[in-house]
C-alpha cells in the first residue's frame, strides 16, 4: 500500500471512529510497521494540517474541527503524465469508442481540477516526428498480447529494407519518442527483440500460446544499456557536454545508470552505459557543437566518420 492511500485510509479510520484508536489496531489496518503508523499519522498532522491528536488510549480527531483531506495530491510528472494519457485517449476515440471515453477523459479532467487546471485544452502537447502504425496491425497485436498468443509477422528491417517472417511473443507495447514498439521473444533469433510497429507489414495471431519471459529478465534486459534498443551493457561512453551552449543539458536525463561530474563552470562528463550505439550517437548529434564523446574510442571514430559521410552531401 503506498503512502497516500494509507493517508487517506488513516483519515477514514479516525472519521468513523468516537473513540481513540491503539496503536497496533493501526498497524493492523494500515498494514505496517509501528514506525511506518507513526510516520503516516505524522504526516495526516503535519502535512495536511489534520485535527489528529493522541493520548493514552491512543490516536484520535478532535471532531469538533471541520477537516476534509483535499483532493489527490500530483507531482508535476504525475499531472503531465495525466495531460499525455489525456491526449491519447482523444486521439484514439472512434464512434464505437466515443463514450467509454469520455466517461475516462471527465475522470481525468476531475483529478485535474483538483490540481488548479481547470482547462486542460490550454495545455498542448505536441507529438513531433511520430511515426503512427497501422491501426489494425496495432490492434492485432494488442489482442495477442491480452490473449497471451504468439504472432506472425512480417517485418520489414528499417536500414536495409530486408523484409523477414518471423513467429514472436510478444510481452508487452511500449511507447517511446512518439512511436510505439512490441517487446518480444522472437522465436527465429531466440533472444528478446524489439519491433517498430510502423515496420511491420503484416500481422496474424497464432494458435499457439506465448512465451512468457520473466518480468525481471525483460526489465533488466532494457535497463542495463541507454536507449530503446538496449540490451546486455558492453561499453561505457563519456560524453563532455559545454552546459554553456546548451544549458538545458543539465535537467536532462539520459539513463538510470548515467553519472555526471562536473569539470569546470562550464563543463560536465556524462557518463552512460550502452551496447547498440544508433540512437546514442543520433542524441549526441543532436546537441551539435555542445558535445564531444571522449571513450571509447571505438565510439568517438564511428561519431567522426558520420560526420564525414554527412558533410560529402554538402561538397560544392
Known amino acids: 500500500m503506498k503512502k497516500i492511500e494509507r493517508i487517506y485510509l488513516l483519515d477514514a479510520i479516525l472519521k468513523?471512529?468516537?473513540?481513540?484508536?491503539?496503536?497496533?489496531?493501526?498497524?493492523?489496518?494500515?498494514?505496517?510497521?509501528?514506525?511506518?503508523?507513526?510516520?503516516?499519522?505524522?504526516?495526516?498532522?503535519?502535512?495536511?494540517?489534520?485535527?489528529?491528536?493522541?493520548?493514552?488510549?491512543?490516536?484520535?480527531?478532535?471532531?469538533?474541527?471541520k477537516f476534509d483531506l483535499p483532493g489527490i495530491k500530483l507531482n508535476a510528472e504525475e499531472t503531465q503524465g495525466l495531460l499525455m494519457a489525456a491526449q491519447l485517449l482523444e486521439d484514439l476515440q472512434s464512434d464505437s469508442l466515443q463514450k467509454p471515453l469520455e466517461r475516462i477523459l471527465k475522470g481525468i479532467d476531475k483529478v485535474l481540477q483538483q490540481?488548479?487546471?481547470?482547462?486542460?485544452?490550454?495545455?498542448?502537447?505536441?507529438?513531433?516526428?511520430?511515426?503512427?502504425?497501422?491501426?489494425?496491425?496495432?490492434?492485432?497485436?494488442?489482442?495477442?498480447?491480452?490473449?497471451?498468443?504468439?504472432?506472425?509477422?512480417?517485418?520489414?528491417?528499417?536500414?536495409?529494407?530486408?523484409?523477414?517472417?518471423?513467429?514472436?511473443?510478444?510481452?508487452?507495447?511500449?511507447?517511446?519518442k512518439n512511436a510505439w514498439y512490441v517487446d518480444a521473444w522472437c522465436h527465429l533469433r531466440e533472444g528478446i527483440r524489439l519491433f517498430a510497429l510502423e515496420q511491420i507489414q503484416q500481422?496474424?495471431?497464432?494458435?499457439?500460446?506465448?512465451?512468457?519471459?520473466?518480468?525481471?529478465?525483460?526489465?533488466?534486459?532494457?535497463?542495463?544499456?541507454y536507449g530503446i534498443f538496449s540490451g546486455k551493457m558492453k561499453h561505457q561512453a563519456e560524453i563532455k557536454i559545454n552546459t554553456k551552449l546548451a544549458p538545458w543539458t543539465i535537467y536532462e536525463h539520459w539513463h538510470s545508470k548515467q553519472q555526471i561530474k562536473p569539470l569546470d563552470d562550464n563543463h560536465i562528463l556524462l557518463t552512460i552505459p550502452y551496447n547498440d550505439d544508433r540512437e546514442l550517437i543520433a542524441d549526441v548529434m543532436r546537441l551539435g557543437m555542445a558535445a564531444q564523446i571522449v571513450e571509447p574510442t571505438a565510439l568517438r571514430n564511428k561519431f567522426k566518420q558520420q560526420l564525414e559521410s554527412i558533410l560529402t552531401h554538402y561538397d560544392p
Open 16 to 65: 468513523e471512529r468516537r473513540t481513540p484508536i491503539r496503536m497496533e489496531q493501526l498497524m493492523e489496518r494500515l498494514e505496517c510497521s509501528q514506525a511506518t503508523a507513526y510516520r503516516i499519522v505524522a504526516s495526516l498532522r503535519d502535512e495536511y494540517n489534520a485535527p489528529i491528536f493522541s493520548d493514552e488510549y491512543g490516536v484520535y480527531y478532535d471532531h469538533h474541527a
Open 115 to 176: 490540481k488548479g487546471i481547470n482547462n486542460r485544452r490550454l495545455i498542448q502537447i505536441i507529438p513531433a516526428l511520430s511515426r503512427k502504425p497501422d491501426g489494425s496491425i496495432f490492434q492485432q497485436v494488442m489482442a495477442a498480447l491480452q490473449q497471451e498468443k504468439k504472432l506472425n509477422i512480417t517485418y520489414r528491417n528499417r536500414s536495409n529494407q530486408e523484409q523477414t517472417k518471423r513467429m514472436v511473443s510478444p510481452q508487452r507495447l511500449t511507447s517511446y
Open 203 to 225: 500481422v496474424s495471431i497464432d494458435i499457439e500460446r506465448t512465451k512468457k519471459i520473466p518480468a525481471e529478465t525483460l526489465r533488466a534486459h532494457y535497463a542495463e544499456s
